[in-house]
């Protein structure tokens, strides 16, 4: 018996007209929703190697815009903290001019020696607790860093350590009184009448000890307390220290 093979070419044509249509539609559908002419290398291959490089140089420059972000924030949140301590340093320097004013009394120094003592600790917390994500920017541990800013290599910017902020040296800010015989024992208010060799009066500040030079003899002891108080005075560029003469109720002169 005969066998026959039946073949329906148009049949075959139009399956194979319909499952191009159906791959051209789908790929005009993929490129109306993702708004992209190249979503895959098939598309284009050349076009697709570029649009990947560029993918990634937009997906580094992202990554890049927050590092330079959080550079920024930690800057931001060390200069709040650096704003307030000069606000108070500030008020210290008024507190030091007001109190060399001779119209003081010891009451009043003490008062102004807490407010002083009472920044200085405040600027000491400040400097030890300013943080950003969890590292301590102020105290003096911050030894620098390099954020990277860019999407390539080397675009970066490197930034220094941050000096100590804290209020150690701060704690030898003294509104302090003495008197004359506290900077050499052998000298005193009494002795007016003869002159003070150099170097028999010095005061030490910080660990240095500066001579206050020689003292001519004074015709009384009033007058020897301010001989004093100007030695002092003369070397403050060097020491710091401030003096000054006050009155007390008694009659007596100090110098503070």
Do not use: P, Y
């Amino acid at each position: 018996m005969a066998s026959t093979i039946n073949t329906n070419v148009v049949s075959l044509n139009a399956q194979r007209n319909l499952s191009s249509s159906q791959s051209a539609l789908s790929t005009a559908m993929q490129r109306l929703s993702s708004g992209l002419r190249v979503n895959s290398f098939k598309d284009d291959a050349a076009v697709g190697a570029i649009a990947e490089r560029m993918n990634t140089q937009i997906k580094g420059l992202t990554v890049a815009s927050r590092n330079a972000n959080d550079g920024i924030s930690l800057a931001q949140t060390a200069e709040g903290s650096l704003g307030k301590v000069g606000d108070m340093l500030q008020r210290m320097r008024e507190l030091a001019v007001q109190s060399s004013n001779a119209t003081n009394s010891k009451s009043d120094r003490a008062a102004l020696q807490s407010e002083t003592k009472q920044l200085a600790d405040e600027i000491d917390r400040v400097a030890k607790t300013t943080t950003f994500n969890g590292s301590k920017i102020l105290d003096g541990s911050f030894a620098g860093g390099v954020f990277q800013v860019g999407a390539n290599a080397g675009e970066n910017i490197s930034v220094g350590g941050i000096a100590n902020a804290t209020g150690a040296g701060l704690s030898k800010i003294q509104f302090a009184q003495a008197s004359v015989a506290a900077f050499d024992a052998g000298t005193t208010v009494t002795g007016f009448d003869s002159k003070i060799a150099a170097g028999d009066i010095s005061i030490a500040v910080g660990g240095t000890t500066v001579s206050l030079g020689a003292i001519a003899a004074a015709s009384s002891g009033a007058e020897r307390v301010g001989q004093v108080a100007a030695a002092i005075n003369a070397k403050t560029a060097d020491t710091g220290v401030t003096a000054f003469v006050t009155k007390e109720d008694n009659g007596n002169f100090s110098l503070e």
